[in-house]
Nanobody, 122 residues
Framework: QVQLVESGGGLVQAGASLRLSCAASGRTFSSYLMGWFRQAPGKEREFVAAIAGLGRTTPYADSVVGRFTISRDNAKNTVYLQMNSLKPEDTAVYYC???????????????WGQGTQVTVSS
């Protein structure tokens, strides 16, 4: 079992930065692929970024390339999402998730956090 707790969301103006954190329980954190997803009001949840266990592979959604950076600290059982140059369209609830397989499909993630709200005003 893995429990995930996100933090770091908030209300910011367009162009600002935020860093989301996701703290995981368990002793096998480095064995999990970690992903960030988001769900905007009235829209389906979508993939944002993922990071392999050792952090060497980090795919991103096209909409965040060059602005968002995913990273992880396995010693702290934590994954981060650094979000720069935020836009109003980035407004969403952001979720972290853990998977035992290499995937960007949310249905293949085994564990989910409760989500943290990010609101970007224009």
């Amino acid at each position: 079992q893995v429990q995930l707790v996100e933090s770091g969301g908030g209300l910011v103006q367009a162009g600002a930065s935020l860093r989301l954190s996701c703290a995981a329980s368990g002793r096998t954190f480095s064995s999990y692929l970690m992903g960030w997803f988001r769900q905007a009001p009235g829209k389906e949840r979508e993939f944002v970024a993922a990071i392999a266990g050792l952090g060497r592979t980090t795919p991103y959604a096209d909409s965040v390339v060059g602005r968002f950076t995913i990273s992880r600290d396995n010693a702290k059982n934590t994954v981060y999402l650094q979000m720069n140059s935020l836009k109003p369209e980035d407004t969403a609830v952001y979720y972290c998730a853990a998977s035992t397989r290499w995937t960007m499909k949310q249905e293949q993630y085994n564990y989910w956090g409760q989500g943290t709200q990010v609101t970007v005003s224009s």
